[in-house]
């Protein structure tokens, strides 16, 4: 049978389609947008298309992420937790902590040897240190998104940003910015932030064995130097690591159909 | 000072209460069938507040844990100010009351169980007390509120100052401060304490706790439903020492040993650690359809302390001293209850400012970690809806429901 695994996230919007021997035959993102029913119709129908096949093909679909009850057609929905947790297991099942960071989200979750969650914690009240961080202080700074990690390798001294506030960062970047700081210096300040943040959620449920990323901020190679300069350890990230959970939630779909 | 007096009158603020949460509390809504003990609890709580109001009534606001054997012993009804918060967060007008506290330039960041019962205070719903009665608290802020209360109304502040360790000194020490305390409570309300009344408030308050206690015993070995939540109710309560306390325990002692010929109720069992918000609050109703809640607090070994009725005043001494937080014991207490209770779970609930809170959380990771067992750690307001949506916990708790299924 071939399960489907649907993350609606804040920011982005997932879909994964697994087969009976677990194999990933298709996946699909787009952004969520205003509606994530319609963000989650569109990433369904392509994957679908992706790999060739229709709706009446796929025997259970299970979702994830924040918009996860909002599917009408899914089987089952699950936290991302769970989903993220499973996901980094079947890509390399010697990890035993796992960082995700999403759009509005992070969070540090240690697994077991067969991919159950042990422990978890999350980030509270603020965003500061999430992927729309890292969107606010781009935005601030004239850069694309997807330039951040290279741009903080160029970076040649040490500048500091607060981790507290999304809001209060972006105006440290505007002031920063405005007394002339280089952008790198910047940028690489916003990485630190970032590590600062999700290092200390690390240590509440104790980093145990290899340290593996998903969620699409581990797209940005300048995250992850940070949070490997940080804690003197190499980092895992997953391919496609924005994909991790929609993975998930289709294997979880294969073990429940 | 007369006519702030009489701005003060209990008439006056009883009909101000009633205004805010007579006929403004929504109705709440309750899984499952209310237990008698709870009603019976509703009925006292009711004759309470309605005894308080009066002109002619001793009022003692007292903070959490003090020994109440010795408020009821003077006929003074203990008013904990802290405990009101959670009929505020029933209320549909507590926005109105936590404005006030800003007006005052209060921060929203301060805890909302202190910003509530002071603008209670502000909003002018609390009786006006004849004295104020406290103790060592974990809770810095509370002891201030409770100074402020006292000021507020310009009545006397009788403080117990708790040490740390038990030992014979520390026993004396504080012992000689509640014959104190007692001696100035002789001089404000203008009577002797009879030897009779205190003994009588020591009986009471020893027959609730063995009932209190023997319920406990039975959610050793069964799950109860409702039961676990209303210990927890009597234990915030505080009115050991009063003969309807011990009728409440009774029933509810009585009521559970039905409960266990029945049908156990099913889920794994979690204990609540924390600040818990009321009953029919969104999250509790939620996570009860899939655990088995039991409360920490009435678990406490303290609680379990029967006084000696020949020496009243040094059992409660040590009663006080075992329950001011003591992150040693607290571990060592908190293990027992695992082991004892079947625990498989923590849901470590911090009302956002609250250090004392934050202050236990790693010594409770660690111990869950230690034990294997699974935590949630939820960061609410339980009073100010300003501070709280479900939907920004929602995914942690789903995810600890997902772990415990």
């Known amino acids: ?257 | 000072m007369e006519q702030e007096r009489n701005g003060q009158r209990r008439s006056v603020q009883y009909q101000n209460l009633l205004r805010l949460i007579g006929d403004l509390r929504p109705d709440a809504e309750i899984d499952g069938p209310q237990l008698r003990a709870s009603r019976m609890r509703s009925i006292v709580n009711c004759h309470r507040l309605v005894e308080a109001y009066k002109e002619r009534s001793r009022v003692a606001y007292v903070s959490e844990q003090f020994p109440t054997e010795i408020a009821f012993a003077f006929e003074a009804i203990p008013w904990n100010i802290e405990s009101m918060s959670n009929m505020l967060a029933q209320s549909a007008d507590v926005n109105r009351i936590l404005q006030l506290t800003e007006e005052q330039n209060l921060s929203r960041d301060i805890c909302s169980f202190l910003r509530g019962p002071y603008g209670m205070m502000l909003a002018n719903c609390y009786p006006r007390p004849n004295v104020v009665l406290t103790n060592n608290q974990p809770c810095e802020g509370l002891s201030k509120l409770i100074y402020i209360s006292g000021k507020r109304y310009s009545v006397p502040i009788l403080p117990l100052h708790t040490p740390d360790t038990i030992d014979e000194d520390s026993l004396r020490y504080l012992v000689k401060q509640m014959q104190y305390l007692i001696s100035q409570l002789e001089g404000e309300f203008g009577v002797e304490l009879a030897p009779d009344s205190l003994r009588a408030a020591v009986e009471h308050s020893n027959q609730a706790r063995e009932y209190f206690s023997e319920t406990i015993r039975l959610l050793e070995t069964h799950k109860l439903a409702g039961v676990s939540r209303e210990l927890h109710e009597i234990f915030g309560m505080n009115y050991f020492g009063a003969k309807q306390n011990a009728q409440i325990c009774k029933v509810l002692f009585e009521e559970a040993l039905e409960l266990a010929k029945g049908e156990e109720k099913k889920g794994k069992r979690v204990m609540w650690i924390g600040q818990a918000p009321e009953e029919s609050h969104e999250l509790l109703q939620y996570m009860n359809r899939v655990v088995d809640i039991v409360y920490w607090a009435p678990l406490w070994e303290a609680n379990a302390l029967v006084l000696d009725e020949d020496e009243p005043l040094r059992s409660m001494a040590h009663r006080a001293i075992l329950y001011h937080w003591n992150a040693e014991r607290m571990r060592v207490d908190t293990l027992r209850m695992c082991e004892t209770f079947g625990i498989e779970g923590f849901v470590i609930s911090n009302v956002w400012g609250c250090r004392n809170m934050m202050g236990i959380n790693p010594m409770l990771r660690d111990l869950a970690a230690s034990r294997k067992l699974k935590y949630l750690t939820i960061n609410i307001d339980l009073v100010d809806r300003n501070n709280y949506t479900f939907n920004h916990i929602k995914n942690r708790v789903d995810a600890f429901l997902e772990l415990m299924q």
């Not at chain 1, 729309?132 to 500091?160: C, I």
């Not at chain 1, 991790?244 to 294997?251: E, Q």
């Open chain 1, 1 to 257: 049978m071939i399960t489907a695994g649907i993350d609606v996230g804040s920011l982005s919007t997932k879909a994964a389609l697994m087969n009976e021997t677990w194999e990933v035959i298709g996946f699909d993102l787009v952004l969520t947008g205003g509606s994530n029913r319609t963000a989650t119709e569109l990433t369904y129908e392509n994957v679908l298309g992706k790999a060739g096949l229709t709706r009446n093909d796929i025997g259970f679909v299970v979702t994830t992420g924040y918009g996860r009850e909002n599917v009408p057609f899914a089987d089952k929905h699950i936290s991302e937790i769970t989903c993220h947790a499973i996901g980094m297991h079947l890509l390399n099942p010697e990890i035993r902590t796992i960082l995700e960071i999403g759009g509005q989200d992070s969070k540090a979750i240690r697994i077991d040897e067969a991919g159950n969650v042990e422990s978890f914690a999350m980030n509270d009240k603020c965003a500061a240190g999430c992927g729309r961080f890292l969107e606010v202080t781009a935005k601030a700074m004239g850069l694309e998104l997807t330039d951040l990690g290279e741009v903080s390798a160029l970076s040649q001294n040490t500048v500091r940003i607060s981790s507290t506030c999304t809001v209060f960062a972006e105006t440290e970047v505007v002031s920063l910015v405005a007394v002339g700081t280089p952008i790198p210096d910047i940028v690489k300040a916003v990485h630190n932030s970032i590590a600062t943040r999700a290092i200390s959620l690390l240590r509440t449920v104790g980093i145990s064995g290899p340290l593996g990323m998903s969620g699409g901020v581990a797209l940005n190679r300048g995250v992850v130097r940070a949070l490997e300069e940080a804690l003197g350890m190499k980092v895992f990230v997953a391919d496609n690591p924005q994909v991790r959970g929609a993975i998930g939630a289709a294997f979880i779909g294969q073990r429940l159909s």
